[in-house]
Protein backbone atom coordinates (compact mmCIF):
# COMPACT_ATOMS: atom_id res chain seq x y z
CA UNK A 1 0.00 0.00 0.00
CA UNK A 2 0.91 3.49 -0.87
CA UNK A 3 0.84 6.26 1.89
CA UNK A 4 0.30 9.76 0.51
CA UNK A 5 1.43 12.64 2.55
CA UNK A 6 0.81 16.51 1.60
CA UNK A 7 2.27 19.41 2.89
CA UNK A 8 5.41 20.66 4.10
CA UNK A 9 4.34 20.48 8.38
CA UNK A 10 4.87 16.61 8.70
CA UNK A 11 7.70 15.19 10.73
CA UNK A 12 8.03 11.60 10.79
CA UNK A 13 9.94 9.84 14.09
CA UNK A 14 10.41 6.62 15.29
CA UNK A 15 7.55 6.17 18.57
CA UNK A 16 9.25 4.15 21.31
CA UNK A 17 6.59 4.42 23.68
CA UNK A 18 4.99 0.92 22.84
CA UNK A 19 6.19 -2.30 23.81
CA UNK A 20 8.51 -3.89 21.44
CA UNK A 21 6.06 -5.84 19.43
CA UNK A 22 2.95 -3.47 19.51
CA UNK A 23 0.62 -2.86 16.33
CA UNK A 24 1.57 0.66 16.00
CA UNK A 25 4.33 1.36 14.82
CA UNK A 26 4.10 4.27 12.45
CA UNK A 27 3.94 7.81 14.66
CA UNK A 28 4.03 11.28 13.12
CA UNK A 29 3.33 14.69 13.90
CA UNK A 30 0.46 16.77 13.14
CA UNK A 31 1.97 20.40 13.34
CA UNK A 32 -0.34 22.85 11.84
CA UNK A 33 -3.37 23.51 12.50
CA UNK A 34 -3.52 20.79 15.26
CA UNK A 35 -0.81 20.78 17.70
CA UNK A 36 -1.28 16.54 17.63
CA UNK A 37 0.41 13.34 17.35
CA UNK A 38 -0.78 10.71 15.41
CA UNK A 39 0.09 6.82 15.62
CA UNK A 40 -1.21 4.22 12.72
CA UNK A 41 -1.06 0.78 12.26
CA UNK A 42 1.40 -0.70 9.62
CA UNK A 43 -1.05 -1.12 6.73
CA UNK A 44 -2.71 2.30 7.03
CA UNK A 45 -3.49 4.54 3.97
CA UNK A 46 -3.58 8.35 4.63
CA UNK A 47 -2.19 11.43 3.74
CA UNK A 48 -1.63 14.64 5.90
CA UNK A 49 -2.92 18.34 3.96
CA UNK A 50 -1.39 21.32 5.49
CA UNK A 51 -1.55 19.34 8.78
CA UNK A 52 -4.38 17.80 8.74
CA UNK A 53 -5.16 14.20 8.35
CA UNK A 54 -6.97 12.50 5.82
CA UNK A 55 -6.94 8.94 6.61
CA UNK A 56 -7.87 6.64 3.45
CA UNK A 57 -8.14 3.25 5.72
CA UNK A 58 -6.29 1.59 8.52
CA UNK A 59 -6.44 2.76 12.45
CA UNK A 60 -5.36 5.96 13.50
CA UNK A 61 -4.99 7.49 16.83
CA UNK A 62 -4.83 10.97 17.50
CA UNK A 63 -3.52 12.55 20.92
CA UNK A 64 -1.73 15.80 21.87
CA UNK A 65 2.46 15.69 23.32
CA UNK A 66 2.80 13.44 26.72
CA UNK A 67 -0.58 11.65 26.75
CA UNK A 68 -0.98 7.79 25.28
CA UNK A 69 -2.80 7.06 22.48
CA UNK A 70 -6.21 5.26 22.76
CA UNK A 71 -5.64 2.03 21.27
CA UNK A 72 -9.43 0.23 21.74
CA UNK A 73 -9.91 -3.54 19.88
CA UNK A 74 -12.40 -3.35 17.67
CA UNK A 75 -15.01 -6.19 16.05
CA UNK A 76 -16.85 -4.78 13.07
CA UNK A 77 -18.67 -6.57 10.45
CA UNK A 78 -17.78 -5.94 6.98
CA UNK A 79 -21.25 -6.15 4.82
CA UNK A 80 -24.89 -6.22 5.05
CA UNK A 81 -27.81 -6.05 2.64
CA UNK A 82 -30.63 -3.04 2.69
CA UNK A 83 -33.08 -4.15 5.96
CA UNK A 84 -29.70 -5.12 7.83
CA UNK A 85 -28.27 -3.84 11.14
CA UNK A 86 -25.11 -3.68 11.22
CA UNK A 87 -23.25 -3.93 14.39
CA UNK A 88 -19.90 -3.38 15.27
CA UNK A 89 -18.07 -3.81 18.98
CA UNK A 90 -15.15 -1.46 20.64
CA UNK A 91 -13.33 -2.67 24.11
CA UNK A 92 -11.47 -0.43 25.50
CA UNK A 93 -9.20 0.00 28.85
CA UNK A 94 -9.77 3.81 29.33
CA UNK A 95 -13.16 5.74 29.90
CA UNK A 96 -14.53 7.07 25.94
CA UNK A 97 -16.75 9.83 26.16
CA UNK A 98 -18.45 8.71 22.81
CA UNK A 99 -18.54 6.38 20.33
CA UNK A 100 -19.80 6.72 16.22
CA UNK A 101 -19.38 5.10 13.28
CA UNK A 102 -20.78 5.98 9.42
CA UNK A 103 -20.39 4.23 6.43
CA UNK A 104 -20.02 5.60 2.96
CA UNK A 105 -17.62 6.72 -0.04
CA UNK A 106 -15.05 9.30 0.76
CA UNK A 107 -15.67 12.97 -0.39
CA UNK A 108 -19.49 12.07 -0.49
CA UNK A 109 -22.27 12.19 2.50
CA UNK A 110 -22.45 8.62 4.38
CA UNK A 111 -25.03 6.71 3.22
CA UNK A 112 -25.99 5.74 7.12
CA UNK A 113 -24.46 7.21 10.00
CA UNK A 114 -25.14 6.06 14.31
CA UNK A 115 -24.09 6.89 17.26
CA UNK A 116 -22.63 4.41 20.00
CA UNK A 117 -23.58 3.35 23.50
CA UNK A 118 -21.67 2.18 26.20
CA UNK A 119 -23.01 -1.57 26.74
CA UNK A 120 -21.25 -2.73 29.51
CA UNK A 121 -20.94 -2.34 33.41
CA UNK A 122 -17.21 -3.73 33.79
CA UNK A 123 -14.49 -1.02 35.59
CA UNK A 124 -11.82 -2.58 34.39
CA UNK A 125 -12.88 -2.57 30.42
CA UNK A 126 -15.30 -0.59 28.39
CA UNK A 127 -17.01 -2.25 26.29
CA UNK A 128 -18.92 -0.14 23.67
CA UNK A 129 -21.28 -0.74 20.81
CA UNK A 130 -23.02 0.93 17.46
CA UNK A 131 -25.95 -0.79 15.61
CA UNK A 132 -26.32 1.08 11.88
CA UNK A 133 -29.04 0.58 10.06
CA UNK A 134 -28.32 0.30 5.96
CA UNK A 135 -31.33 1.91 4.58
CA UNK A 136 -33.72 -0.28 2.27
CA UNK A 137 -33.15 1.85 -0.71
CA UNK A 138 -29.40 1.12 -1.04
CA UNK A 139 -27.67 -0.05 -3.88
CA UNK A 140 -25.30 -2.38 -4.11
CA UNK A 141 -22.04 -0.83 -3.25
CA UNK A 142 -17.93 -1.10 -1.62
CA UNK A 143 -17.92 1.64 0.73
CA UNK A 144 -15.95 2.44 3.57
CA UNK A 145 -17.15 2.31 7.61
CA UNK A 146 -15.09 4.66 9.78
CA UNK A 147 -15.55 3.59 13.60
CA UNK A 148 -14.49 7.12 15.63
CA UNK A 149 -13.63 6.73 19.46
CA UNK A 150 -13.34 9.76 21.56
CA UNK A 151 -11.40 10.36 25.15
CA UNK A 152 -11.18 14.11 25.93
CA UNK A 153 -9.18 15.57 23.11
CA UNK A 154 -8.07 11.99 22.31
CA UNK A 155 -9.30 10.30 19.02
CA UNK A 156 -9.24 6.84 17.59
CA UNK A 157 -10.15 5.76 14.08
CA UNK A 158 -10.62 2.96 12.22
CA UNK A 159 -11.64 2.65 8.64
CA UNK A 160 -12.19 -0.48 6.91
CA UNK A 161 -13.90 -1.55 3.41
CA UNK A 162 -17.87 -2.36 3.74
CA UNK A 163 -19.63 -3.99 1.29
CA UNK A 164 -24.28 -3.35 0.71
CA UNK A 165 -24.78 -6.45 -0.80
CA UNK A 166 -28.09 -7.20 -3.06
CA UNK A 167 -31.74 -7.80 -1.82
CA UNK A 168 -34.51 -8.10 -3.97
CA UNK A 169 -38.49 -6.30 -2.93
CA UNK A 170 -41.65 -6.65 -4.17
CA UNK A 171 -43.74 -4.30 -5.75
CA UNK A 172 -47.76 -3.63 -5.68
CA UNK A 173 -50.29 -1.70 -6.61
CA UNK A 174 -52.45 0.21 -3.90
CA UNK A 175 -55.80 1.63 -5.35
CA UNK A 176 -56.75 4.33 -2.63
CA UNK A 177 -60.24 5.59 -1.83
CA UNK A 178 -61.17 8.75 -2.06
CA UNK A 179 -60.30 9.96 1.71
CA UNK A 180 -57.27 8.19 1.80
CA UNK A 181 -56.04 9.78 -1.07
CA UNK A 182 -56.48 13.01 0.37
CA UNK A 183 -54.49 11.99 3.56
CA UNK A 184 -51.48 11.60 1.50
CA UNK A 185 -52.29 14.49 -1.08
CA UNK A 186 -53.76 17.04 1.22
CA UNK A 187 -51.07 19.10 2.97
CA UNK A 188 -52.18 19.10 6.44
CA UNK A 189 -50.46 21.64 8.97
CA UNK A 190 -50.69 19.04 11.60
CA UNK A 191 -49.49 16.12 9.78
CA UNK A 192 -46.07 18.29 9.18
CA UNK A 193 -45.91 18.66 13.14
CA UNK A 194 -46.34 15.21 14.20
CA UNK A 195 -43.85 14.23 11.58
CA UNK A 196 -41.32 16.76 12.84
CA UNK A 197 -41.91 15.24 16.37
CA UNK A 198 -41.54 11.63 15.11
CA UNK A 199 -38.46 12.28 13.18
CA UNK A 200 -36.57 13.88 16.35
CA UNK A 201 -37.95 11.17 18.69
CA UNK A 202 -36.69 8.67 16.16
CA UNK A 203 -33.49 10.17 15.90
CA UNK A 204 -32.55 11.11 19.20
CA UNK A 205 -30.79 7.92 21.25
CA UNK A 206 -31.01 7.84 25.55
CA UNK A 207 -27.70 6.88 26.75
CA UNK A 208 -29.34 4.98 29.62
CA UNK A 209 -31.80 2.90 27.44
CA UNK A 210 -30.20 -0.61 28.09
CA UNK A 211 -33.16 -2.66 28.19
CA UNK A 212 -32.65 -5.38 25.66
CA UNK A 213 -30.46 -7.11 24.03
CA UNK A 214 -32.19 -10.56 22.92
CA UNK A 215 -34.13 -11.19 20.29
CA UNK A 216 -37.44 -9.31 19.72
CA UNK A 217 -40.48 -11.15 18.99
CA UNK A 218 -42.97 -11.35 16.50
CA UNK A 219 -45.95 -9.63 18.15
CA UNK A 220 -48.08 -11.17 15.90
CA UNK A 221 -46.76 -14.89 15.52
CA UNK A 222 -48.87 -16.96 13.10
CA UNK A 223 -50.78 -13.69 11.91
CA UNK A 224 -50.80 -12.99 8.18
CA UNK A 225 -48.22 -10.34 6.73
CA UNK A 226 -49.88 -8.63 4.45
CA UNK A 227 -46.97 -6.57 3.34
CA UNK A 228 -43.64 -6.88 3.83
CA UNK A 229 -40.32 -4.53 4.65
CA UNK A 230 -38.65 -2.73 1.23
CA UNK A 231 -42.12 -3.01 -0.91
CA UNK A 232 -41.79 -0.89 -3.72
CA UNK A 233 -45.74 0.46 -3.40
CA UNK A 234 -47.45 2.60 -6.33
CA UNK A 235 -50.47 4.05 -4.90
CA UNK A 236 -52.96 4.61 -7.37
CA UNK A 237 -54.93 8.25 -6.70
CA UNK A 238 -58.85 8.90 -7.20
CA UNK A 239 -57.85 11.33 -9.71
CA UNK A 240 -56.04 9.16 -11.53
CA UNK A 241 -52.33 10.13 -10.78
CA UNK A 242 -50.56 7.86 -8.58
CA UNK A 243 -47.38 8.40 -6.18
CA UNK A 244 -44.53 5.98 -5.22
CA UNK A 245 -43.17 4.99 -1.63
CA UNK A 246 -41.11 2.02 -0.05
CA UNK A 247 -42.62 0.21 3.48
CA UNK A 248 -40.85 0.55 6.15
CA UNK A 249 -42.12 -1.91 8.02
CA UNK A 250 -44.32 -5.37 8.11
CA UNK A 251 -47.86 -5.28 8.01
CA UNK A 252 -49.46 -8.11 9.98
CA UNK A 253 -53.34 -9.14 9.60
CA UNK A 254 -55.23 -9.42 12.50
CA UNK A 255 -58.94 -8.96 13.55
CA UNK A 256 -60.00 -5.59 14.98
CA UNK A 257 -59.18 -5.49 18.93
CA UNK A 258 -56.41 -8.42 19.15
CA UNK A 259 -53.97 -7.64 21.59
CA UNK A 260 -50.92 -6.55 20.86
CA UNK A 261 -47.48 -7.22 22.72
CA UNK A 262 -44.55 -5.60 23.16
CA UNK A 263 -41.46 -7.37 20.55
CA UNK A 264 -38.89 -6.83 23.42
CA UNK A 265 -38.25 -5.16 26.99
CA UNK A 266 -38.14 -0.75 26.89
CA UNK A 267 -39.77 2.06 27.24
CA UNK A 268 -42.46 3.70 25.45
CA UNK A 269 -40.98 7.02 24.12
CA UNK A 270 -44.13 7.97 22.62
CA UNK A 271 -47.49 7.21 22.77
CA UNK A 272 -50.80 9.29 20.77
CA UNK A 273 -53.26 9.13 18.05
CA UNK A 274 -51.71 10.80 14.96
CA UNK A 275 -53.35 11.51 11.48
CA UNK A 276 -51.67 8.88 9.24
CA UNK A 277 -50.59 6.66 11.63
CA UNK A 278 -53.85 6.74 14.06
CA UNK A 279 -53.12 5.28 17.61
CA UNK A 280 -49.28 4.20 17.63
CA UNK A 281 -46.65 3.38 19.95
CA UNK A 282 -42.98 3.85 19.57
CA UNK A 283 -40.26 1.34 22.57
CA UNK A 284 -37.29 2.49 23.13
CA UNK A 285 -34.95 -0.82 23.81
CA UNK A 286 -31.72 0.04 22.79
CA UNK A 287 -30.05 3.73 22.70
CA UNK A 288 -31.12 4.75 19.59
CA UNK A 289 -33.07 1.67 18.56
CA UNK A 290 -36.97 1.29 18.60
CA UNK A 291 -39.86 -1.00 17.75
CA UNK A 292 -43.01 0.91 16.39
CA UNK A 293 -46.47 0.40 16.28
CA UNK A 294 -49.21 1.66 14.06
CA UNK A 295 -52.99 2.19 13.08
CA UNK A 296 -54.40 0.66 16.59
CA UNK A 297 -58.01 0.53 17.86
CA UNK A 298 -57.14 1.72 21.35
CA UNK A 299 -53.53 2.57 23.08
CA UNK A 300 -53.17 0.54 26.61
CA UNK A 301 -49.44 2.24 27.46
CA UNK A 302 -48.75 5.77 27.66
CA UNK A 303 -45.30 7.85 26.96
CA UNK A 304 -42.76 6.77 30.26
CA UNK A 305 -44.32 3.69 30.91
CA UNK A 306 -41.26 0.79 31.19
CA UNK A 307 -42.52 -2.13 29.44
CA UNK A 308 -41.44 -5.95 29.25
CA UNK A 309 -41.70 -8.00 25.89
CA UNK A 310 -44.94 -9.19 25.89
CA UNK A 311 -46.60 -6.76 27.69
CA UNK A 312 -49.92 -5.43 26.10
CA UNK A 313 -49.36 -1.99 24.45
CA UNK A 314 -52.51 -1.55 22.29
CA UNK A 315 -54.96 -3.25 20.10
CA UNK A 316 -54.78 -4.22 16.70
CA UNK A 317 -57.22 -1.38 14.32
CA UNK A 318 -57.38 0.07 10.86
CA UNK A 319 -56.90 4.10 12.68
CA UNK A 320 -55.00 6.51 9.83
CA UNK A 321 -53.96 5.53 6.69
CA UNK A 322 -55.35 1.99 6.65
CA UNK A 323 -57.14 -0.20 4.17
CA UNK A 324 -57.86 -3.09 6.70
CA UNK A 325 -57.02 -4.23 10.17
CA UNK A 326 -53.46 -4.59 10.83
CA UNK A 327 -50.90 -3.79 12.81
CA UNK A 328 -48.07 -1.95 11.02
CA UNK A 329 -44.88 -3.04 13.17
CA UNK A 330 -41.56 -1.41 12.07
CA UNK A 331 -38.17 -1.13 13.55
CA UNK A 332 -35.95 2.05 13.61
CA UNK A 333 -32.73 2.73 14.22
CA UNK A 334 -31.23 6.43 14.71
CA UNK A 335 -33.91 7.74 11.72
CA UNK A 336 -33.16 4.71 9.34
CA UNK A 337 -36.05 1.82 9.37
CA UNK A 338 -34.45 -1.39 9.16
CA UNK A 339 -36.77 -5.30 8.67
CA UNK A 340 -38.05 -6.05 11.53
CA UNK A 341 -37.86 -9.58 11.08
CA UNK A 342 -34.01 -9.18 10.76
CA UNK A 343 -33.89 -9.04 14.56
CA UNK A 344 -36.24 -12.19 15.81
CA UNK A 345 -33.92 -15.07 14.67
CA UNK A 346 -30.90 -13.91 16.35
CA UNK A 347 -29.95 -11.81 19.47
CA UNK A 348 -29.80 -8.06 19.52
CA UNK A 349 -26.48 -7.66 20.20
CA UNK A 350 -23.19 -9.98 20.68
CA UNK A 351 -23.81 -12.44 23.60
CA UNK A 352 -20.08 -14.06 23.07
CA UNK A 353 -19.30 -10.38 24.44
CA UNK A 354 -19.09 -9.56 28.03
CA UNK A 355 -22.52 -7.60 28.08
CA UNK A 356 -22.54 -7.19 32.62
CA UNK A 357 -26.01 -6.83 34.03
CA UNK A 358 -27.36 -5.44 30.99
CA UNK A 359 -30.71 -8.31 31.38
Known amino acids: MIRRYAGSSLALFLFIGLPAGAAWPATFALTSPL????????????????????????QFSIFSPGEQPLQPVCSMTSSAAPGQLARFYLWSTEPLSGLSAQIG?????????STGFRASTSEAVEMWAVLIGIPADSAVKQLTVTLTAVAG????????????????F??????????LTALVTVPNPQQTIESKRLAEILSTPHPDALYATQAFDDPLPGARRSAGYGDRREYLYTDGTDGLSIHYGVDIAS?????????????VVLAENRILTGNSV??????????????????????????DK????????????ATGPHLHWEVENMGVAVDPDSLVNGPLLDKSADFIDIE
Open 310 to 321: GDIIGKVGMTGF
Open 153 to 168: DRTFMLLKPFSVTARK
Open 105 to 113: AAGKNPLTR
Open 35 to 58: SATCVTDPQAVYSVQNGVLKPVSG
Open 255 to 267: PTGTPVPACAPGK
Open 170 to 179: LTEKISLTKD
Open 282 to 307: VIEHLPGLFSVYYHMSALVVKEGDVV
